[in-house]
């Protein structure tokens, strides 16, 4: 048995939970595994449910949070120290850039024979200026240095990291798909459809596209409402906007609604006329998908989105921006129809033919089911990792307890 510090940010609701969560259960027992994580910021969905399903209880290090703060940074890099010196692991695995930062200083200080991160996406564009993004950068290649390997979800995100923003070269990156147990998108989609129409007072005839995400500005919603008034003025069919999220955008984009001329509403004050849907988060995401016609996504950097991979397979038509490793996700003109970031009229001009062509909206979400089960089960997930432990286990000479 070989024993692995798992460290990820926070367990809010996506895919780096999912994927820390079938790591540490799946990999048993021939893995065994110290999942630790950081505290979730207050406006995003808790992700327990996940965790306590999978029957994991993890180690949480409240210092360890979201944004910079150099006295609680210093107490997370403590406390994980700490633990990885008590539980004297063969392997430490960290999951997004602040564990990844601390967690593998934390490991090199205690000599761990093998350090490993995984990019669940980057910071290197749309999110900071250019000093701010230059100081990430030269951390990012400074720790890449001392890591034994690094894992991309996609070959996209691998040559964004090696070839453009040169943070190690190609031969250290490892791809590794993110895995999900996806059947829930697939069953009862019939009775779950009907019970989130009820819900929110959708008609037969209207189409209702769906948004999810956190509300935030690398997501550009506000791209999403311009491209969505748009598409309403000029579809044939009735059509009904949903953000399901939350996060620290939710009263602007409100706001912005007003200004370009959309009526909004919100879940716990539901008017069943507006344009615009405020749900918040929503648990149960499969009866969203099961509910909605259109799944979208306007964001300006992307790893590898998780609502994109579900409402595959809910069977579900995408329209997304080309961004990051969208197009490892999704099979662009035959799943989703794509745009350029940012842009606005072709965004609205995809909205409007799949609102208006029920033919084409059969003829992309047929194939997604079965595309996203043979690449993205959560076994595919396991194996891929277990094998790449074994080799780098191997490479290093380190033997099992």
């Given at each position: 048995?070989?024993?692995?510090?798992?460290?990820?940010?926070?367990?809010?609701?996506g895919?780096p939970?999912?994927?820390?969560?079938?790591?540490?259960?799946?990999?048993?027992p021939?893995?065994?595994?110290?999942?630790?994580?950081?505290?979730?910021?207050?406006?995003?969905?808790?992700?327990?449910?996940?965790?306590?399903?999978n029957?994991?209880?993890?180690?949480i290090?409240?210092?360890?949070?979201?944004s910079?703060?150099?006295?609680?940074?210093?107490?997370?890099?403590?406390?994980?120290?700490?633990?990885?010196?008590?539980?004297?692991?063969?392997?430490?695995?960290?999951?997004?850039?602040?564990?990844?930062?601390?967690?593998?200083?934390?490991?090199?200080?205690?000599?761990?024979?093998?350090?490993?991160?995984?990019?669940?996406?980057?910071?290197?564009?749309?999110?900071?200026?250019?000093?701010?993004?230059?100081?990430?950068?030269?951390?990012?290649?400074y720790?890449?240095?001392?890591?034994t390997?690094?894992?991309?979800?996609?070959?996209?995100?691998?040559?964004?990291?090696?070839d453009?923003?040169?943070?190690?070269?190609?031969?250290?990156?490892?791809?590794?798909?993110?895995?999900?147990?996806?059947?829930?998108?697939?069953t009862?989609?019939?009775?779950k459809r009907?019970?989130?129409?009820?819900?929110?007072?959708?008609?037969?005839?209207?189409?209702?596209?769906?948004?999810?995400?956190?509300?935030?500005?690398?997501?550009?919603?506000?791209?999403?409402?311009?491209?969505?008034?748009?598409?309403?003025?000029?579809?044939?069919?009735?059509?009904?906007?949903?953000?399901?999220?939350?996060?620290?955008?939710?009263?602007?984009?409100?706001?912005?609604?007003?200004?370009i001329?959309?009526?909004?509403?919100?879940?716990t004050?539901?008017?069943?006329?507006?344009?615009?849907?405020?749900?918040?988060?929503?648990?149960?995401?499969?009866?969203a998908?099961?509910?909605?016609?259109?799944?979208?996504?306007?964001?300006?950097?992307?790893?590898t989105?998780?609502?994109?991979?579900?409402?595959?397979?809910?069977?579900?038509?995408?329209?997304?921006?080309?961004?990051g490793?969208?197009?490892?996700?999704?099979?662009?003109?035959?799943?989703?129809?794509?745009?350029?970031?940012?842009?606005?009229?072709?965004?609205?001009?995809?909205?409007?033919?799949?609102?208006?062509?029920?033919?084409?909206?059969?003829?992309?979400?047929?194939?997604?089911?079965?595309?996203?089960?043979n690449?993205f089960?959560?076994?595919?997930?396991?194996?891929?990792?277990?094998?790449?432990?074994?080799?780098?286990?191997?490479?290093?000479?380190?033997r099992?307890?």
């Amino acid at each position: 048995m070989y024993r692995i510090v798992r460290i990820i940010n926070r367990f809010n609701l996506g895919g780096p939970t999912y994927n820390v969560t079938y790591l540490t259960r799946y990999l048993a027992p021939e893995f065994e595994t110290l999942l630790i994580g950081g505290m979730k910021d207050e406006s995003e969905a808790s992700s327990d449910f996940i965790l306590q399903q999978n029957g994991l209880t993890p180690t949480i290090v409240p210092e360890m949070r979201r944004s910079i703060n150099p006295t609680n940074d210093i107490v997370a890099y403590t406390k994980i120290k700490k633990l990885i010196k008590d539980f004297k692991p063969h392997i430490v695995h960290t999951h997004a850039a602040k564990s990844g930062a601390l967690g593998r200083m934390a490991a090199f200080a205690c000599n761990v024979p093998i350090t490993i991160h995984t990019f669940h996406g980057h910071v290197f564009h749309s999110y900071f200026g250019g000093l701010q993004t230059s100081v990430y950068k030269n951390i990012e290649r400074y720790l890449a240095k001392r890591t034994t390997a690094l894992v991309t979800l996609s070959e996209i995100q691998k040559h964004e990291l090696a070839d453009i923003h040169h943070i190690a070269p190609r031969d250290k990156f490892h791809i590794v798909p993110l895995g999900f147990d996806l059947e829930k998108f697939w069953t009862n989609k019939e009775t779950k459809r009907k019970d989130f129409r009820k819900q929110f007072c959708i008609e037969d005839n209207e189409i209702a596209i769906g948004i999810i995400g956190r509300l935030v500005p690398v997501k550009d919603h506000k791209m999403f409402l311009n491209a969505f008034k748009l598409a309403k003025s000029s579809t044939k069919n009735k059509i009904k906007a949903f953000i399901i999220g939350d996060g620290e955008l939710k009263e602007e984009l409100m706001k912005y609604c007003s200004e370009i001329g959309l009526t909004f509403t919100s879940r716990t004050d539901l008017h069943p006329l507006s344009d615009v849907f405020f749900t918040s988060w929503i648990k149960e995401v499969d009866i969203a998908n099961a509910g909605l016609d259109i799944i979208a996504l306007s964001s300006l950097n992307e790893g590898t989105p998780v609502s994109l991979i579900e409402a595959q397979a809910a069977g579900k038509p995408i329209v997304s921006t080309q961004t990051g490793g969208i197009e490892n996700v999704v099979m662009p003109g035959e799943t989703a129809l794509l745009s350029p970031v940012g842009d606005t009229q072709s965004f609205a001009d995809n909205l409007i033919k799949l609102a208006n062509d029920k033919d084409l909206r059969l003829k992309l979400s047929a194939k997604g089911e079965d595309f996203v089960k043979n690449r993205f089960h959560y076994s595919a997930l396991v194996k891929n990792m277990a094998d790449l432990y074994s080799a780098l286990l191997k490479a290093k000479g380190v033997r099992a307890i």
